[in-house]
């Protein structure tokens, strides 16, 4: 079995960062959900999975002022270090590469957990607990996590890769034992391939 790293790692390095099925030149439904929080501008954000998405930008044209981008693969992480050289002066963004489920995170700090797509490749449930865990240790109290997979009617694999579907009840049950549901929807990403992808996003809050 490929080491998921090594996967992503490859994906990054030999294809263009528009021609993978789950781009979009903005992420509108995630950026719908934040701008509904109405979270101050220094709350600390951390997009996991982030890639090479144009999240960040968006979120620094907002006015946000304390981001933390985490993939598993450097490249991915590359294309938005070379598009963000510069930033404003106010612009805190630290760039995290690591498996997030093992990923040394502050307590209690991140006020927003935003997550497209990653966590339906956990397809064990030694994997899932893990990153329940670390969602639960590093989101604060009444902070929220944004997550977003792929739907019962969505692709079973992704990038050669098994995944785990949910609909809205039951991705917010994974993570009910720390977080209330608080918002939902589904969506029907185009895929640059003329396709399109069922999604399930959850908001929840951190009891």
Known sequence: MTNPSTHWQQVYTTKAIDAVSWYRPHLDRSLGFIDALGLDHDAPILDVGAGASTLVDDLIAR????????DLADAALAH???RLATLPASVRLQYRVGDITILDLP???HA???DRAVFHF???AAQRNAY???A??????GGHLLIATFAPDGPERCSGLPVQRYDADALAA?????FMRIDAARELHPTPFGTTQSFQYVVLRRR
């Open 63 to 70: 006015g946000h002022r304390d981001l933390t981008l985490n």
């Open 80 to 82: 938005t270090r070379a």
């Open 107 to 109: 307590q209690a700090h």
């Open 112 to 114: 927003l957990w935003h």
């Open 122 to 124: 956990l397809t064990e």
């Open 132 to 134: 329940v865990a670390q």
């Open 136 to 141: 639960a240790h590093a989101i604060r109290h």
């Open 174 to 178: 994974v993570f009910a034992e720390h």
